[in-house]
């Protein structure tokens, strides 16, 4: 499977270069009112307006403005302005993929805002730390979070803000496959910006429904939503736009696998890029087309669309989405049996993304050395056998003289035995093989019946208690001015929020939403996270070859697994490092947990009756898999897991 390709779908392709450039000359002139100005109060306002500019141009260097900022806002003394440091400090953390670090930031501006009855302020921040939490997967957070912002907004009349925050809540609804939910709010984003006259957005916001019905398989609802924003675009002379969304619904059918409908809108998508000048745009409508092609099975198109578009990558460098030209490329050179240059393209495709030079697409690298290699093996394997059966025969041949010389009654006699003994044998294991068949049909039903019960639980308190808790505290938060007073307040408000926070987890290790969303691999590594993120264990997740679904009860049986195997990690090992990798192989799922602390004794624990192993062993046996462990050098534990998948 090959990354998705998003970027139709986000807005995010202004022509790179101009940008750049427009962007430098803001910033000059920001920095040059900057050093005009001998206020600190007005020169942090715009420095930091100059640093925000800067921060898209040089992330690498965006510390050293964040500096220059910490001095000014000390000489100013103002505490809203300490405040717009750590949200700049935490803006920074966030470019570069450092959350849970950009977090800290965010929720300590949020604390002096508070303090300051700044409700813009604190709109602001949450709508940082909504969208931080959803880059950490963390949709219930983001979503309580930009619920915080919208109310502030709604409060005070900033009506294109709440349908913006009320879109955000929406795209993430729909990530989640909540999709009545999704349309909701994203209906309510849409009434607004028509209510109050902001017919131009609404082009964005018709995009983004397109795409929430697209994701639910709506195709028709997402065709009409998708024609309406390019309704809107063409009449503001938006070609750009038009462009960008004719080619989501192109990569959205693709998809789908309606190939020859995405022909037509990923045509129509180049046609408004290149009237409107977005050269470095047509690289997307045109990968599209390549693939639709590849799939139709007409790779001489495909490769007249994919070696264009590679064509203008070149000469706009860009990066992305290169790694699918390569593949596309690859693709019709193989299908035109061009084997060589199909296999020089697929090199250039794996040395782009190490991640998938070890999965999947090495395979279609080696798939003929492969073949060879197996056929010469199973051709060596045969003459083996044959020469094994001949030998056999021979030997068999010998004893049969010898024994029949000797006394051919005896022979009977053996016969005779053997096969009594032999039927014996077969009523024996047709009976174990019963037994051992209805004890699994037994511990089946056992672990299906504990997971629909986790599932109903998780249910009750995600879509019950918890909500109604939420609800409880934002309705406390409410009344903040007229309690704050008391001095038990703040420690009850604590308490609430540790409480919804400890049901909301309890949901969660219940019955793992992400787990239905982002499939084994994204689960693992998000459990992995949360169980040992907070404390001093380094910790790693490796995905190798995981791209598509598999049974929920493999799932389901894995994930389990994994949760007892780090709970051991945690009671057990003082472990100081832990690394866990999951692998496809085609034929099983291997998930391998290694941790640096003091070597564990399954053997000892399974004859003791620990709770924990009897219930990775059931788990394992019910997927019919092994389960090995063994001591780490120099010391620690290794646990193999391995299970069977069609």
Same mark, same amino acid.
């Given at each position: 499977?090959?990354?998705?390709? +998003?970027?139709?779908?986000?807005?995010?392709?202004?022509?790179?270069?101009?940008?750049?450039?427009?962007?430098?000359?803001?910033?000059?002139?920001?920095?040059?009112?900057?050093?005009?100005?001998?206020?600190?109060?007005?020169?942090?306002?715009?420095?930091?307006?100059?640093?925000?500019?800067?921060?898209?141009?040089?992330?690498?260097?965006?510390?050293?403005?964040?500096?220059?900022?910490?001095?000014?806002?000390?000489?100013?003394?103002?505490?809203?302005?300490?405040?717009?440091?750590?949200?700049?400090?935490?803006?920074?953390?966030?470019?570069?993929?450092?959350?849970?670090?950009?977090?800290?930031?965010?929720?300590?501006?949020?604390?002096?805002?508070?303090?300051?009855?700044?409700?813009?302020?604190?709109?602001?921040?949450?709508?940082?730390?909504?969208?931080?939490?959803?880059?950490?997967?963390?949709?219930?957070?983001?979503?309580?979070?930009?619920?915080?912002?919208?109310?502030?907004?709604?409060?005070?009349?900033?009506?294109?803000?709440?349908?913006?925050?009320?879109?955000?809540?929406?795209?993430?609804?729909?990530?989640?496959?909540?999709?009545?939910?999704?349309?909701?709010?994203?209906?309510?984003?849409?009434?607004?910006?028509?209510?109050?006259?902001?017919?131009?957005?609404?082009?964005?916001?018709?995009?983004?429904?397109?795409?929430?019905?697209?994701?639910?398989?709506? +195709?028709?609802?997402?065709?009409?939503?998708?024609?309406?924003?390019?309704?809107?675009?063409?009449?503001?002379?938006?070609?750009?736009?038009?462009?960008?969304?004719?080619?989501?619904?192109?990569?959205?059918?693709?998809?789908?696998?309606?190939?020859?409908?995405? +022909?037509?809108?990923?045509?129509?998508?180049?046609?408004?890029?290149?009237?409107?000048?977005?050269?470095?745009?047509?690289?997307?409508?045109?990968?599209?087309?390549?693939?639709?092609?590849?799939?139709?099975?007409?790779?001489?198109?495909?490769?007249?669309?994919?070696?264009?578009?590679?064509?203008?990558?070149?000469?706009?460098?860009?990066?992305?989405?290169?790694?699918?030209?390569?593949?596309?490329?690859?693709?019709?050179?193989?299908?035109?049996?061009?084997?060589?240059?199909?296999?020089?393209?697929?090199?250039?495709?794996?040395?782009?993304?190490?991640?998938?030079?070890?999965?999947?697409?090495?395979?279609?690298?080696?798939?003929?050395?492969?073949?060879?290699?197996?056929?010469?093996?199973?051709?060596?394997?045969?003459?083996?056998?044959?020469?094994?059966?001949?030998?056999?025969?021979?030997?068999?041949?010998?004893?049969?003289?010898?024994?029949?010389?000797?006394?051919?009654?005896?022979?009977?006699?053996?016969?005779?035995?053997?096969?009594?003994?032999?039927?014996?044998?077969?009523?024996?294991?047709?009976?174990?093989?019963?037994?051992?068949?209805?004890?699994?049909?037994?511990?089946?039903?056992?672990?299906?019946?504990?997971?629909?019960?986790?599932?109903?639980?998780?249910?009750?308190?995600?879509?019950?208690?918890?909500?109604?808790?939420?609800?409880?505290?934002?309705?406390?938060?409410?009344?903040?001015?007229?309690?704050?007073?008391?001095?038990?307040?703040?420690?009850?408000?604590?308490?609430?929020?540790?409480?919804?926070?400890?049901?909301?987890?309890?949901?969660?290790?219940?019955?793992?939403?992400?787990?239905?969303?982002?499939?084994?691999?994204?689960?693992?590594?998000?459990?992995?996270?949360?169980?040992?993120?907070?404390?001093?264990?380094?910790?790693?997740?490796?995905?190798?070859?995981?791209?598509?679904?598999?049974?929920?009860?493999?799932?389901?049986?894995?994930?389990?697994?994994?949760?007892?195997?780090?709970?051991?990690?945690?009671?057990?090992?003082?472990?100081?490092?832990?690394?866990?990798?999951?692998?496809?192989?085609?034929?099983?799922?291997?998930?391998?947990?290694?941790?640096?602390?003091?070597?564990?004794?399954?053997?000892?624990?399974?004859?003791?009756?620990?709770?924990?192993?009897?219930?990775?062993?059931?788990?394992?046996?019910?997927?019919?898999?092994?389960?090995?462990?063994?001591?780490?050098?120099?010391?620690?534990?290794?646990?193999?897991?391995?299970?069977?998948?069609?």
């Amino acid at each position: 499977m090959r990354r998705t390709l +998003i970027t139709f779908l986000l807005f995010a392709l202004p022509a790179l270069l101009q940008k750049a450039t427009a962007q430098q000359a803001g910033a000059d002139s920001l920095r040059a009112l900057y050093l005009q100005e001998k206020n600190p109060a007005k020169q942090f306002s715009f420095y930091l307006q100059y640093a925000t500019e800067m921060l898209e141009i040089n992330l690498p260097g965006a510390d050293l403005y964040a500096d220059t900022l910490s001095t000014l806002a000390k000489k100013s003394g103002q505490k809203d302005q300490e405040a717009d440091l750590l949200v700049y400090r935490g803006k920074i953390r966030k470019g570069r993929g450092e959350f849970n670090e950009a977090l800290q930031f965010f929720i300590q501006s949020l604390d002096i805002r508070k303090l300051l009855n700044d409700p813009p302020g604190l709109a602001r921040n949450y709508v940082d730390i909504g969208a931080t939490w959803a880059e950490l997967y963390q949709s219930d957070s983001a979503i309580e979070n930009y619920i915080r912002a919208a109310a502030f907004y709604e409060k005070a009349g900033d009506y294109s803000n709440t349908a913006s925050t009320y879109g955000n809540i929406g795209n993430l609804y729909s990530d989640m496959e909540l999709h009545d939910k999704a349309f909701s709010y994203l209906e309510k984003a849409l009434a607004i910006r028509l209510q109050h006259g902001e017919e131009k957005k609404c082009m964005y916001t018709y995009n983004n429904l397109a795409t929430a019905y697209g994701k639910a398989g709506q +195709i028709d609802k997402a065709m009409e939503y998708a024609e309406k924003g390019i309704t809107i675009a063409l009449k503001f002379d938006n070609q750009y736009v038009a462009g960008v969304i004719y080619g989501g619904i192109g990569h959205l059918l693709n998809e789908k696998k309606m190939y020859t409908k995405a +022909i037509e809108y990923c045509e129509k998508s180049a046609k408004l890029l290149e009237d409107a000048g977005r050269k470095p745009n047509l690289v997307f409508p045109l990968v599209n087309l390549a693939t639709a092609y590849n799939a139709l099975d007409k790779p001489d198109k495909a490769l007249q669309y994919a070696l264009k578009g590679y064509a203008i990558m070149q000469e706009t460098q860009q990066a992305d989405p290169l790694e699918v030209y390569y593949e596309e490329i690859a693709h019709a050179y193989e299908k035109l049996g061009n084997h060589k240059a199909s296999l020089e393209w697929y090199k250039k495709f794996m040395q782009l993304d190490d991640s998938l030079f070890r999965a999947e697409n090495i395979k279609n690298l080696a798939d003929i050395d492969t073949k060879y290699q197996t056929q010469k093996k199973e051709t060596e394997i045969t003459r083996q056998k044959l020469d094994i059966a001949e030998k056999n025969n021979q030997l068999f041949r010998q004893k049969s003289w010898i024994y029949g010389l000797i006394a051919v009654f005896l022979v009977l006699a053996i016969t005779a035995f053997f096969l009594y003994n032999r039927y014996r044998q077969k009523q024996k294991a047709a009976m174990d093989a019963a037994v051992i068949r209805e004890q699994q049909l037994g511990l089946n039903a056992v672990i299906e019946a504990q997971e629909l019960e986790r599932k109903r639980i998780a249910r009750d308190l995600h879509d019950g208690i918890a909500q109604e808790m939420v609800a409880v505290k934002l309705g406390f938060e409410q009344f903040s001015p007229l309690l704050s007073a008391n001095q038990h307040y703040n420690q009850l408000m604590k308490n609430l929020g540790d409480a919804c926070t400890g049901v909301r987890n309890i949901s969660h290790v219940m019955s793992p939403p992400i787990l239905e969303n982002k499939g084994l691999a994204g689960s693992l590594d998000m459990l992995l996270r949360n169980s040992l993120g907070m404390t001093s264990i380094k910790h790693h997740f490796e995905n190798l070859g995981m791209k598509e679904r598999v049974d929920e009860k493999i799932e389901i049986g894995l994930y389990r697994i994994a949760q007892e195997l780090i709970n051991n990690i945690i009671k057990h090992a003082r472990a100081s490092e832990v690394s866990m990798q999951l692998q496809n192989t085609g034929s099983q799922l291997i998930l391998r947990l290694e941790d640096n602390g003091e070597s564990f004794d399954f053997e000892a624990a399974k004859e003791k009756g620990s709770m924990g192993l009897l219930n990775i062993l059931s788990r394992v046996r019910t997927l019919n898999g092994q389960f090995l462990s063994e001591p780490s050098q120099p010391h620690g534990t290794i646990s193999l897991v391995r299970i069977p998948v069609s």
